[in-house]
């Protein structure tokens, strides 16, 4: 639109300037030209030619052509010597040029008075003849005294010229405006289209969208071309520099996370241990007081003080040691240490190595003969796994006081089980005992010197391991269960 608006106002002030000074101008260029024909005949006539020689008359008549002016000369008062092409006889121009010099007005006529040069003789003005409606612009003049010389030409002519001028002006502009129009539109669309696609680049990339780019289709580049390359890496670098922030800002959110989560575990682990060890502690306190006292003297009631103040501090010797080991789990400073094993092998000689415990519950000890079966995984781990879920299994049994222990392969796994008999788990604490220090029966558990910590343990190596494990209850009992990879 700006280049066809610039063209449409140049055009138009072209149009404007001819309609309005051109035939001033043409006014102006055809007095110079009758000037210049008049002093040229003067010269020649001031030269001694004759002005009735051939040699004159040639070249009045080639200057005459030339410029499309009419001329006559002749001596005054006689008759005329010499005339060139006029719409008139030369007698006619005679007969006005004798007026004007007797003063004698044409009634014919109407004259005007451009210029008068008195020094040189010379009149320039402006002659309308009424009878053929025809205005002629003229310049005579006397020379030599004797001789009169008159050139003019006609205004019609002039007017006629502008006319044409003006309209093929016209016709050029209104053609070299459709013209251009084209040619504009087609080169500003090729010109706007890749500054159109640069701008729609630019938007994605404030959307901090990277995926389009500038495609280069021209054999030679330019500056804007050049630009979209720019873009382009610059829109590879932002996308880098966008992926490294995001990759470092997760990272940091990770890091705040497992601090946060740190911390909170410290924070629960400092309120769980002074909770579990403020009661053996005042136990110790008060019978370790009692001896020194000497409450009682006699040799029955110090042993019974020693014992309990041993058994508290064993108590709390195994509950330290369970939550080391717990922290050392939960804070990932031990990674588990696969390899292969036979879980057959290891559940047997465990349950023969703690078959004291069973005879101190009086309780009964099932587990078939299985083949060996190979799996995978930190093996002193999962035999602190089995201790555990064996351990619990006694400390709550109940019934018939039966504990089964049973090997089930499945596609690709094994399932370790472990089964008590006694009273089932409660729902609503179902979800709640691998949580750490939670304790179903808090009494009972008090009485075996429980932690509420073993449970919590088994979550933890199995977790690192990235196995299952779980509890199912039953009727007459509870079952702990936890599976290995075998492939």
Not at 38 to 62: P, W
Not at 259 to 272: Q, T, V
Request: proline share 2%.
């Amino acid at each position: 639109m700006a280049f066809l608006m610039t063209m449409i106002i140049s055009f138009g002030f072209c149009i404007i300037m001819n309609v309005l000074f051109m035939e001033k101008f043409y006014v102006k260029d055809k007095i110079e030209t009758i000037h210049n024909a008049y002093n040229a005949t003067l010269s020649d006539i001031s030269n001694g030619i004759d002005i009735t020689s051939v040699e004159f008359d040639k070249k009045t008549r080639e200057t005459c052509d030339r410029y499309n002016i009419e001329m006559i000369v002749f001596e005054y008062p006689t008759n005329v010597k010499a005339t060139s092409f006029s719409q008139r006889s030369g007698d006619a121009m005679a007969k006005e040029l004798y007026n004007i010099l007797t003063e004698e007005p044409n009634p014919n006529n109407e004259i005007t008075i451009i210029k008068t040069d008195e020094i040189n003789n010379i009149t320039m003005q402006v002659d309308r003849d009424l009878e053929s409606d025809t205005e002629y612009l003229e310049i005579w003049g006397v020379t030599e005294g004797k001789y009169i010389v008159m050139v003019r030409t006609a205004m019609q002519s002039i007017r006629e010229n502008v006319k044409i001028s003006n309209t093929f002006m016209a016709m050029t502009a209104f053609t070299a405006l459709s013209i251009g129009a084209i040619l504009v539109l087609f080169i500003s669309k090729k010109v706007t289209a890749p500054i159109k696609k640069l701008y729609q680049i630019s938007d994605e990339m404030k959307k901090l969208n990277f995926e389009a780019k500038y495609e280069d289709q021209n054999e030679h580049k330019n500056e804007i071309d050049i630009l979209g390359q720019n873009m382009n890496e610059l829109s590879e670098i932002l996308e880098a520099s966008l992926r490294d922030l995001k990759n470092a800002n997760i990272a940091l959110r990770q890091d705040i996370a497992k601090k946060e989560e740190i911390d909170e575990m410290r924070k629960e682990f400092l309120s769980n241990v002074s909770h579990e060890l403020k009661t053996p502690i005042a136990l110790i306190q008060g019978y370790a007081e009692g001896l020194k006292e000497g409450i009682n003297d006699d040799e029955e009631s110090r042993d019974f003080y020693c014992e309990v103040i041993m058994d508290e501090a064993s108590k709390m010797n195994i509950m330290v040691k369970k939550l080391l080991t717990l922290n050392q789990l939960e804070f990932g400073n031990e990674n588990a240490t696969m390899e292969r094993f036979d879980i057959v092998e290891l559940v047997t000689n465990y349950v023969r190595s703690a078959e004291l415990l069973a005879k101190q519950k009086e309780a009964t000890v099932k587990i078939g003969n299985y083949k060996p079966i190979f799996v995978w995984g930190d093996e002193f781990r999962v035999e602190e796994v089995l201790q555990n879920y064996y351990s619990n299994a006694l400390n709550h049994i109940g019934g018939e006081r039966v504990v089964d222990i049973k090997i089930t392969e499945k596609e690709n796994k094994v399932r370790v089980s472990v089964f008590n008999t006694g009273s089932p788990i409660p729902e609503d604490s179902l979800e709640h005992i691998w949580d750490k220090f939670y304790k179903v029966d808090k009494a009972r558990t008090r009485e075996y010197g429980g932690s509420g910590v073993g449970l919590s343990i088994v979550k933890a190596i199995m977790e690192s391991m990235n196995q299952d494990y779980g509890v199912i209850n039953y009727d007459n009992g509870v079952e702990f269960y936890f599976e290995l990879e075998t492939k």
